[in-house]
């Protein structure tokens, strides 16, 4: 079945750049998403891409796809403490239901 | 608008008990989801809705039931809470197609079991 594979944990300083990777499985994925989870409260898109695409930028997010070895990544670009948060990479199911199959999440800590 | 809101926001149960977790939007979405999140498992789909009055089983909907009575409205019953139910359940919806609509997220129900 589908699945989607993210590493736990990752530790930066301020300033500078995090990477975060994700690995999926269903190579018929139409869209994959990043969503950000601070303490306490719900998901919230921060970014997608679509699957014909290599690669998207926003600001200081910067997506990755390689989609030969079915493998995305987030770039954060001067890492504040403001991005230490969870984030989830999720794929969006090939069926015409939208649902979204996530990763485990990877929780982000900024240290200054 | 709310965008989606969650009720409540926590809640401790006996095993055994029963309850309702009711999940509203105010953006005429056709889609909508409940889903679990535990610790190092992110979030697994319970079940889902694509229109009023239609639901389907998620990734594990076993111990659950949902209803669609009104398109603004998804509920989630426990009829009879194990400690494994233990978890956050949140709430999405989203518009209907195949366009990258996202998922909006209300903020959580946390649920305990004893």
């Known amino acids: 079945g589908e699945d989607v594979e993210q590493s736990l944990f990752l530790s930066v300083r301020e300033g500078d750049s995090s990477v975060i990777n994700c690995t999926y499985t269903d190579s018929s994925s139409t869209y994959l998403y990043w969503y950000k989870q601070e303490p306490g409260a719900g998901l919230q898109l921060l970014t997608y891409i679509f699957s014909n695409m290599d690669m998207k930028q926003d600001q200081r997010l910067t997506v990755l796809l390689n989609k030969k070895d079915k493998h995305l990544s987030l770039r954060i670009a001067d890492t504040q403490t403001g991005d230490s948060a969870i984030y989830f990479c999720a794929e969006r199911d090939s069926g015409n239901t939208g649902k979204l199959i996530f990763g485990q999440g990877t929780t982000l800590q900024v240290k200054p | 608008n709310a965008g989606v809101t969650q009720t409540p926001k926590f809640r401790v149960l006996k095993t055994g008990q029963s309850m309702t977790l009711l999940c509203a939007q105010d953006m005429n979405h056709e889609y909508m989801y409940w889903y679990r999140q535990d610790p190092g498992m992110g979030l697994r789909l319970i079940h889902y809705?694509?229109?009023?009055?239609?639901?389907a089983k998620g990734e594990v909907p076993d111990g659950y039931n949902v209803s669609r009575l009104k398109k603004q409205n998804f509920l989630l019953g426990l009829e009879s809470a194990a400690p494994s139910q233990t978890s956050v359940y949140f709430c999405a919806s989203k518009l209907a197609g195949v366009s990258p609509y996202e998922q909006y997220f209300g903020p959580g129900t946390r649920l305990t079991v004893t």
């Open positions: 809705s694509v229109g009023e009055g239609t639901t």
